[in-house]
């Protein structure tokens, strides 16, 4: 049995080889794996979101029956839909009429 020794480039060139395959199967084994989470993931996130907004909506509408129940609304106060201007002018109007029949008849 004889020693081969391998020379320097030939060990260069095996060092890009295993570099190169190292790469490869790297890449390969990366985009698969990053496939598969990523299904998995979005296999999650459609069965949990749906869930999820359900559980909020449920426990808001718990709290809204809750609050009714044990804080219940007191009436609100009717608000007049007229602007300033013409609560003004009816101001105005009614004190007109008021002074009305407090006139003689001088003519």
Not at 11 to 21: C, E, H, S
Request: some cysteine; hydrophobic content about 45%; aromatic content about 8%.
């Amino acid at each position: 049995m004889t020693k081969e020794t391998f020379t320097m480039s030939e060990i260069a060139i095996m060092k890009l080889i295993y570099a190169t395959v190292a790469l490869c199967a790297g890449l390969t084994v990366g985009v698969v794996v990053a496939v598969f989470v990523s299904i998995m993931k979005l296999i999650e996130t459609l069965i949990s979101f749906p869930l999820v907004i359900y559980k909020s909506l449920m426990q808001s509408y718990k709290t809204k029956i809750l609050m009714q129940a044990f804080a219940p609304e007191s009436p609100e106060p009717e608000v007049d839909p007229r602007s300033k201007e013409e609560k003004m002018w009816d101001r105005h109007i009614a004190r007109i009429r008021k002074k009305e029949p407090n006139k003689t008849d001088e003519t």
